[in-house]
Each structure stands twice: as C-alpha cells, then as structure tokens.
C-alpha cells in the first residue's frame, strides 16, 4: 500500500490547502509568463512548501498545459510531471537539501551547473533549496551572483522553516527573492482534509478519531496523513478515537474530565488516586500537564465566551460540564501557578510528586480565600454597612456570628499566598492582584480601587492616593477591608492612610468601638505581627488558636 501521504500530496496549485494566497499568485505568474528568478517559501513544517516549489515546476514544463483545464496550472499526468511530482531523476528540476549541501564547493558547482540552461526550447531548470537556512554565506554569495545575472529560463526556489536566519546571513538576497508565507493548517481543515482522504480510500473513521490526529498533527497536513496511515495499518476496523490513543499513546479524556472534576469540586482528596491511575497507565506524565494546560485554556476561553477549537466531542462535552464553577479569574490563576511550577516539574527527577503538588495546589487555590472569610467572620474584619453620608466609626460588630459549628474548625492543609516584607515596589507589583481579590471578594472595594494607586510606606503604614476625591468616601469605609487583602501578601499587618484628599483629617484613624472580639484580634494580631511562624501556621493548619 502506498502510504497516504505520498499518494494524497496535491499535484495542481488547487489542491494546496489552506495556502489559496500561494496558489493563485504562483498560477497567476504561470499563466502570464511572469514567473520570478527565486522565490522564498516561508513557513512551519509540513504545510507545503516543498510541495508547492514542485507544482510549480510541473506547470512550467507540463508537456499538456491546455490539458490541465485551468491557465498555469500543471496537467499532473504527463510524463514530466509524473517524474518531477515524485521527485525522480530530472534534467530540469533539481532538489537540492541544504542541510547536507551547505559548503562552498557545493555553492560552485551549483552556479556552473545553474549557467547550463534548460534542457530543451521553452523549458525552465528549476532549483529547489530544501532547509535554505542551513546554507552558508559562501553558499549565499555565489547564489547572489546568479541571481543578479540569472540565465533565462532558471528558476530558484527556496524553501525554509526559518526565514529569520535567512535575513541574518544573506539579507542581501533576499531583496532579490520574492516571498511567499505559507499558513500554518488549522486542526479543522486538517481533519477536513482526512474526513475527504477516509472516504477516498473506503475507510471508516469517527469524527473524534480524525479531530485527535488533526490536533496531534500540529499544523502540518503530511504528519496528519503519516499518522492516519499508521493508524489504519494498526488493526482492522473502523478508525476510532480509542485506536488512535492507543497508536499515540494519548491520555484518555476521562482522565482530562477527572482532573476538571477535581479542580472544580475542590477535592483535593481526589488528587492522589487520579495520579496513580494516569503512573498505572503508564502515562506520559509531562504531557499530561501540557495536556492539562490546554484544557485550562479551554475551559477560560469558553468561558470567556469564544469557542475552544480542536478538542474531541467528549471533551467539549467535559469542559461544558465543569467550567461554570472556574471562573475566568480563577483559571488564570490556575494557568499562572502551572507557569510557575512547569520548569521545576521538568527538572524534577519526581515527577509523580511534582504533579501531585500541582493538582493539589490547584484543587487548594480557593481554600485560602475561605479561610479569609473565616477570620472575617471572626471578628477581625469590617461589617460592610452602606452608611450613606454617614461616616459611622468601623465597627468590629459582635453582631458577626462566631464561628458556628458549621464553620469548619480545622482547614488543613491550606496553602497561604506567598507572604513577603512590606515595600513600596512589591506593593506596587501585587496591585494588580489586590485589585483582582477585591473584584472577587469585595466588589464594593473592587470598584473603587480602579481609582486608587498605592503611595507611601511608612512603618506598617501604607498610604494610599485616591486620584477622584469623590472615591474617598467610600474607600474610607473600606479601609479595613483593603488592609486584609494587602495583609495576604506581606508579613506585617498593614493600616491604611488616604493621602491626596481633603485636608488630611480623613486619613486620621478613626475610633474603633471596642468588643471583646476586637480585643482579641488585636492581641492576636501583635502576636502574629511577633511571630510569622506563628502567622503561617494560623493561616494553614488550626483555626483553633484564635480561641
Ligand atoms: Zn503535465
């Protein structure tokens, strides 16, 4: 059997796909005669260059052009264009691989053989430079010379996955050559593509099976094709999604759709079985957590409202059912945290660990912001009582319920967010997600610090600049509030000061109502303020010490 790839690449300019552009300017040329000296095809791999570099030297010296139907295009069947589609031995087309001919005795004989014209009347001699950026300057310098006096009839065609490096070594030549980009071919049309060739060759293969080889192929239409063919010569029947999982040794969207479950639901107890069963299987666990980070990505862009692209009908159906509790936020944090964690994941000589933690990390992300709600309610935080012009003291209401059965007493193991000193410059850089906290968690703050930009620092005290006066008021009763976001992040316990409005009174600490509860609070506080391994420990393990 011949494979697919081979006996499906296109033999007319029509059959290119996705790179319409290409094929019409080079038919166009053909058609009118106005075929260029040298050419440069740019592009990622598999997607048609080289294959496009052939079809136009089919159609310069087809032997039944009017056959082809359509003007500049090649016939595709007669005897030149049999030979120079499957790159036989050809007077007038030469394919040359810079990667093994980059020297300069290579670049002379090219230029000698070059000055010999086509092999008969109204012919072209075509050139084809396969990985053009591996040659040499010395390569480059005496294809220059040609190029400034080409001998009629020659036709150069360059062909590179790396036109920068081009531009680097051989800038001046590339003035002489014109460009074509070739596309990157979408997972769609790829499997569009594979849908055409299955029916072609009497196969039977599921939607999802094609769209997991579309997506596996990675922009290039000859890699789908290979691994379709491989696909089929592995077992008889239908081509389904599980046959080419097995082939490719892909991850299953079950899995996928447990560790959506996971992070969703929270269950941080789940981690440890979802790993083993993906070390059991003997997955790959470093494309897992690729795979898991496109999933994230999906997950946010579908809830951002546009469509992930690419994924099989059982995973869409997944990511549908799990996203409406991970709000866009949230997966950004999520996708940061892998950012983070990727380079010591790939470093790690435990990868099984390594992605344990990150599960756990993820499945825990918002465990922390409960815990804040917790000592909230508490007493240490701010009752939010619109008071409308009413500028009622801060109260630290005994009216907020204690800590009610219902109230987990123990929230082990949480993780903190990374506590750091309290500088100006790190205060700046957490901003924006201090701002993003109080969106999510305290939406009256969150409006308004928008308008607000943190000023200076002195001691434990953080001014903050309120560019709109008409802010002010509102952020005086939020001071308390803001003070507790920004105390997630630093090591002391911050108060805040309005600076720029009024005349300063306002920045004046107001009289806090006194309460047991605050009492406490404020014992509590000094003490974690004294001692951060007390603080952390507060934070994560046992609730229980505020008492
Ligand atoms: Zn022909």
């Not at 009752?383 to 500028?391: A, I």
């Amino acid at each position: 059997m011949i494979a697919l790839a081979r006996k499906y690449r296109p033999k007319k300019f029509s059959d290119l796909l996705v790179q319409d552009h290409v094929a019409a300017a080079l038919r166009g040329a053909v058609a009118g005669g106005r075929v260029a000296h040298g050419y440069l095809f740019a592009g990622p791999r598999g997607v048609g260059k080289t294959t496009a570099a052939r079809i136009l030297a089919m159609a310069l010296n087809c032997e039944r052009r009017e056959a082809a139907g359509v003007a500049g295009e090649p016939c595709g069947e007669c005897d030149s264009c049999t030979r120079t589609w499957a790159g036989a031995a050809n007077l007038d087309v030469v394919e040359l691989d810079a990667a093994s001919n980059r020297g300069v005795d290579d670049a002379r004989d090219l230029r000698e053989r070059a000055m010999y014209a086509a092999s008969a009347e109204g012919r072209h001699k075509v050139y084809i430079v396969d990985e053009a950026h591996m040659l040499t300057r010395e390569a480059w310098n005496a294809l220059l010379k040609i190029l400034e006096e080409p001998p009629s009839g020659v036709v150069f065609v360059f062909a590179t996955t790396e036109p920068q490096k081009i531009a680097q070594s051989a800038a001046p030549i590339l003035s002489r050559l014109q460009r074509f980009d070739f596309r990157r071919i979408g997972p769609h049309a790829i499997a569009e593509r594979l849908r055409q060739v299955v029916a072609a060759e009497g196969l039977a293969a599921d939607d999802d099976a094609l769209h997991l080889i579309a997506k596996s192929a990675d922009g290039g239409m000859r890699d789908g094709l290979s691994i379709l063919d491989q696909v089929v010569s592995f077992g008889a029947g239908p081509v389904t999604a599980d046959r080419v999982r097995e082939v490719l040794g892909l991850i299953s969207d079950d899995v996928y759709g447990e560790l959506l479950r996971v992070v969703a639901e929270r269950d941080s107890a789940g981690v440890f079985p979802l790993v083993e069963r993906l070390v059991d299987g003997g997955a790959d666990l470093g494309e897992f957590v690729s795979g898991a980070g496109e999933i994230l990505r999906a997950v946010l862009m579908a809830n951002l409202g546009g469509k992930p692209e690419g994924f099989t009908e059982a995973m869409q159906t997944l990511i549908e059912r799990h996203r409406s509790p991970l709000s866009a936020p949230d997966v950004v944090r999520l996708l940061a945290v892998l950012t983070e964690l990727e380079p010591q994941l790939r470093a790690s000589g435990n990868a099984r660990l390594g992605v344990e933690l990150l599960l756990l990390r993820w499945a825990m992300m918002s465990r922390t912001v409960e815990l804040e709600a917790v000592i909230r309610a508490l007493g240490k935080g701010p009752v939010e009582k619109p008071g409308k012009g009413n500028p009622a003291p801060v109260m630290r209401d005994s009216a907020v319920p204690p800590p009610s059965p219902a109230v987990p007493r123990t929230v082990s193991p949480a993780v903190p967010p990374e506590k750091g000193p309290l500088t100006l410059d790190r205060l700046r850089a957490l901003w924006p997600r201090i701002v993003e906290d109080a969106r999510r968690e305290k939406p009256m703050l969150g409006a308004l610090l928008p308008g607000v930009e943190p000023g200076a620092i002195d001691g434990t005290t953080v001014g903050v600049r309120v560019l709109d006066p008409v802010h002010a008021e509102g952020l005086e009763r939020q001071r308390e509030a803001l003070a507790l976001l920004i105390g997630r992040y630093v090591t002391e316990s911050v108060r805040i000061k309005l600076e720029g409005v009024g005349r300063g009174e306002r920045s004046a600490p107001r009289p806090g109502r006194l309460t047991e509860d605050g009492v406490r609070a404020d014992r509590l506080e000094a003490l974690r303020a004294r001692d951060p391994g007390l603080d952390a420990a507060v934070d994560a393990l046992d609730l229980e010490l505020l008492e």
